[in-house]
């Protein structure tokens, strides 16, 4: 007779797993046999929790979006001026708040998902949404916007450019963004 092994984080670990072999594999290349492998669980598991993979998939992507979103309001709660938010968004870019090279795989991975599944494009918009409402509480709803897809992209070229972003530059490139909508919000 076999025994049952009492296992009540194997979903949670299935799902970390997922985002493992995505950020090391890509979607393209991820199945169930090497997420079961990388969470040491049997094959079957997967199914016994989740649907299929599309399903695994995206709760491992709205796990991962509440992760950076949680860390990225985290990442806001000191900020006071207009210059904090420049000193923010530049650590945000240059990876001191917390997100490496993992995560971001892990985030392009999902933006190339959703451009061909619409049902991801949910966990993009809610998380795009949250880092925007922090934005808000410094810039009028227009520069948050800019902002938030600066933050993005810098930090695409950061990842991706063979020649690394200068740090002072890209504080620069910030500054005036930010400087003009907290300027454009006064004379509002």
């Given at each position: 007779m076999t025994t049952r092994?009492?296992?009540?984080q194997r979903a949670d670990?299935?799902?970390?797993?997922?985002?493992?072999?995505?950020?090391?594999?890509?979607?393209?290349?991820?199945?169930?046999?090497?997420?079961?492998?990388?969470?040491?669980?049997?094959?079957?598991?997967?199914?016994?929790?989740f649907t299929g993979l599309d399903?695994?998939?995206?709760?491992?992507?709205?796990?991962?979006?509440?992760?950076?979103?949680?860390?990225?309001?985290a990442h806001f709660d000191q900020v006071r001026s207009a210059d904090d938010v420049i000193t923010a968004v530049t650590?945000?870019?240059?990876?001191?708040?917390?997100?490496?090279?993992?995560?971001?795989?892990?985030?392009?991975?999902?933006?190339?998902?959703?451009?061909?599944?619409?049902?991801?494009r949910t966990v993009t918009e809610s998380w795009m949404r949250r880092s925007r409402s922090v934005l808000e509480r410094?810039?009028?709803?227009?520069?948050?916007?800019?902002v938030d897809a600066l933050i993005e992209?810098?930090?695409?070229?950061?990842?991706l450019a063979t020649?690394?972003?200068d740090r002072a530059q890209t504080t620069e490139i910030i500054a005036r963004v930010v400087r003009a909508g907290t300027a454009s919000e006064e004379h509002a």
């Open positions: 092994r009492h296992d009540p670990r299935i799902v970390d797993a997922a985002l493992d072999v995505i950020a090391e594999h890509g979607v393209a290349n991820t199945t169930h046999r090497l997420i079961a492998a990388a969470a040491d669980v049997p094959l079957g598991s997967l199914t016994y929790h399903d695994l998939l995206a709760q491992a992507f709205a796990r991962h979006a509440e992760r950076m979103a949680v860390t990225y309001e650590d945000l870019v240059h990876a001191d708040a917390g997100a490496d090279d993992r995560d971001w795989a892990v985030v392009y991975e999902l933006y190339l998902a959703a451009l061909r599944e619409p049902s991801l410094f810039v009028d709803p227009t520069t948050a916007r800019g992209g810098l930090v695409m070229h950061k990842v020649t690394p972003v």
